[in-house]
């Protein structure tokens, strides 16, 4: 597999890493504003999303709450450019100065519960900044013509929440972060691979251009949904390239502090299941959505739970970054 793409990211999470965002922190808010935001923020996430509801479930009650209130923070910087208004960016900037810049007071639930955790947990303000930028391509982008063009974007989108998610939920060394990068790209990978429906309906198509060449696949076709021999070749190959990114970050977990491990272990392996789906609905993603459901999570946590305390398959690699 080619990592010269990882080493890009690897590189921009360490130098992000430096930005602390815990100097002098004390609560700003009554306990009583404090606790009403916790309480939106976990609605929020029980509402949107399922899956990260019952894997952040497994944390301690101080975690749960951060890592709901950062599912939040990127929950409504997502909505302001997937529900596209004349006035997106601008919507977006004051998002930013209000919850990254610090410019404005802060009056919204979502935005003191992220103030109050990423000032607790000390999260480096500059991923969170990240993820904002990364957030706001998909007010100017729509295709991407390669795989490392796509592993810039799901590093702005998704690595930044999983390094944030780190350190809500500990870890032992920067060993973590090539681990943390991997996964982040391989969950957005999932969600691109899930969603190609959906997100056509919003004129964008996450899928590397020169891979869809590769297998002789156009944009007709996608806007067609045509699951022919080809889809199916083009979508076992995107899907055996995230197992395998699952594979070599999982092991990660077991760099995270241990009251942690099941909760980030669940959220990975569920949603790898999604892939499983995506098979088993013979690589259709533009007319049946990939789902595993709750009986189905409930029967792999068990396993789950097995493998977060006991260790995944490969070897933790001492953190480096190769020059290629």
């Given at each position: ?15 992000a ?34 899956t ?34 004349a006035?997106s ?10 919850t ?9 639930h ?12 000390c ?13 706001a ?25 999983g ?110 299941a999604?892939?499983t789906?995506?098979?088993n ?11 595993i ?5 409930l ?16 070897e933790?690699?001492?953190f ?5």
């Amino acid at each position: 597999m080619d990592v010269s793409w990882e080493n890009i990211l690897v590189t921009r999470a360490v130098e992000a890493e430096e930005s602390y965002n815990c100097d002098d922190f004390t609560t700003i808010q009554d306990e009583i504003t404090l606790d009403n935001a916790y309480k939106y923020c976990d609605e929020l996430t029980q509402y949107h999303s399922r899956t990260f509801y019952m894997a952040s479930s497994l944390l301690p009650l101080e975690k749960r709450r951060g890592v709901r209130a950062l599912y939040a923070f990127c929950r409504v910087s997502d909505d302001l450019v997937d529900r596209p208004r004349a006035n997106s960016a601008q919507l977006l900037a004051d998002w930013r100065a209000t919850t990254v810049d610090s410019n404005s007071s802060l009056d919204d639930h979502v935005a003191i519960a992220w103030d109050h955790t990423s000032r607790h947990f000390c999260i480096p303000w500059r991923y969170a900044e990240q993820l904002i930028d990364g957030v706001a391509m998909d007010l100017k982008k729509t295709r991407y013509s390669s795989f490392q063009e796509l592993a810039s974007y799901c590093y702005g989108v998704a690595c930044t929440v999983g390094l944030m998610s780190m350190h809500i939920v500990g870890f032992r060394s920067e060993e973590a972060i090539p681990y943390a990068v991997r996964l982040g790209v391989a969950l957005q990978l999932t969600n691109i691979l899930r969603d190609v429906g959906e997100d056509l309906q919003l004129d964008r198509i996450y899928l590397p251009e020169d891979e869809l060449n590769a297998f002789g696949i156009n944009e007709v076709d996608i806007e067609m949904g045509k699951v022919d021999d080809k889809w199916r070749e083009f979508m076992r190959y995107q899907i055996d390239r995230v197992r395998k990114l699952y594979q070599s970050a999982l092991p990660g977990i077991s760099l995270l502090d241990p009251d942690g491990r099941f909760a980030i272990g669940a959220a990975a392996e569920l949603y790898q299941a999604i892939l499983t789906s995506i098979e088993n609905n013979d690589y259709d993603v533009f007319s049946k959505r990939a789902s595993i459901g709750k009986i189905g999570k409930l029967r792999r946590l068990p396993g789950i739970w097995w493998r977060t305390r006991n260790g995944y398959r490969e070897e933790i690699i001492p953190f480096q970054i190769t020059n290629n």
